[in-house]
């Protein structure tokens, strides 16, 4: 009986530590994917000074408390949402969803959206975007806020992994023009995950 027991708790310690490492090996994807994006420079938003001496983006250490599950409420049809840009334009967004998610046992609520622009791919019209400003911007994050992104799910619960949140291209230079996160998006806590921002 000792035996079996024993076995039986190897055996979920085991399972644990792999569900734990698969997710690990997860997000070190991501910022290997976002890494290679950047050191390319056809598609780097760096200068060519910055991009000789690129050796990778600095992240916060993996913390699983920033990946959260999110209750999505789905919102009607409405006129399009007209996000500001960082050169002062306006670029229309579909409010998608409303995402309701908990950390550190206090609620909080995220607008998610989907881009209106009639020549997105095929694949693109399935993406949804959250741009959002939190407590640490302008200390360990770019002061503009940062950004993810999304499939939009099969049911009506999205899971909101902080750990791959990335900055605007706009952090890096001025060429470019960014979503600025809307007021609705401004979490009162700090984020401590996901790429961090080095001048």
Partial sequence: MLLRVSVLLFICLFSLNSFSQTYQDSVMSFQLELNKSYADPVESPLGIDKLMRFEGLPFFPINETFRVKAKLEILPPASPFQL????????????????TFSLNGIEYHLTIYQNTASNLDPDEEKSLFLPFTDLSNGKETYGGGRYLDFEIPEGDVLEIDFNKAYNPYCAYSNRYSCPIPPKENDLPVAILAGVMYEK
């Fill in 84 to 99: 500001k840009t960082s050169d002062r334009q306006l670029r229309d967004y579909d409010r998608y969803a409303i995402a």
